[in-house]
């Protein structure tokens, strides 16, 4: 399951990117996240999404707009954070105060951080601002706990959940390595990534196990013509994991069996 929370975001990327493109936009939605996921970065994408003039829903990355919104200097995009460990109803006024300026571009978008940090006060005054925002005014709540919201707010947003983002498992460590290595990158890169796993013994042998299955499902796409890559250079390389697997057990250290693999995929 914990493999499934990367997809989970995409697919909430996909559906945000789908809203955007059917003019579907609401007034405030609510994005809820573990506290070490980057909100404020899936806030960003979000907002480049429904303000960049490129593709409707997806966004360039590269226009002014987009660049404008990624370095925080966007003149219709305003943020409001906690005052000490809570947003008080200052903050909400200021918010109040530029969400009734005429936008430069299409619409004014306010992002409040922390958001289940708002005092009652704080919560209370943004409530009118959410039962009739003016214009296409558009507010983004970005929360750790909407449980610590008042149900008045929650009902006016519409909410998502942010997944935490899976550890890389010894899978997707191993389709990386063997990607590059298909790709010509060099040794060195190569190390570089592979990082603990060349280092710690049972990470190694995880490691080797998953490249192996890699290379034989690739393998099998040969016979059905759908990989690039030659016949010989995949079983070469099982056999370079094989060797790779006799030398970690007459107990040789990681960090050479290891290498001379990854030195023998780049060759
Ligand atoms: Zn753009």
């Not at 997707?172 to 010509?184: F, T, V, W």
Request: charged residues 35%.
């Amino acid at each position: 399951m914990i493999l499934d929370t990367g997809r989970e975001n995409a697919r909430l990327k996909e559906r945000l990117e789908r809203i955007v493109r059917e003019k579907r936009i609401s007034h405030a939605y609510l994005f809820e996240g573990p506290a070490d996921i980057d909100k404020e970065a899936f806030a960003r994408g979000f907002i480049k999404g429904v303000l960049c003039p490129k593709d409707l829903g997806e966004n360039c990355g590269a226009c002014s707009i987009c660049n404008k919104v990624d370095h925080g200097n966007h003149e219709d995009v305003h943020y409001f954070r906690k005052d000490g460990l809570s947003i008080k109803d200052a903050a909400i006024e200021s918010l109040q105060e530029k969400i009734k300026v005429r936008p430069v571009g299409q619409r004014n978008i306010m992002v409040i951080t922390d958001s289940d940090t708002m005092t009652a006060k704080a919560q209370n005054s943004l409530l009118k601002t959410l039962e009739e925002p003016p214009g296409d005014a558009l507010i983004i709540l970005l929360s750790e706990n909407m449980e610590n919201l008042a149900p008045t707010i929650l009902s006016r947003c519409v909410k998502f959940r942010i997944e935490a983002q899976p550890e890389t498992t010894e899978d997707d460590a191993a389709e990386k390595l063997i990607g590059m290595a298909l790709s010509g990158c060099r040794f060195h890169e190569l190390v570089h990534e592979a990082g603990d796993y060349v280092r710690d013994r049972e990470k190694a042998w995880m490691l080797l196990d998953s490249m192996e299955r890699i290379y034989r499902d690739l393998a099998v796409e040969k016979q059905d013509g759908t990989c690039k890559y030659s016949i010989e250079d995949l079983c070469r390389n099982v056999d370079h994991i094989e060797e790779a697997r006799l030398r970690l057990k007459r107990k040789m250290l990681p960090e050479y069996a290891m290498k001379e693999l990854l030195l023998a995929m780049t060759e």
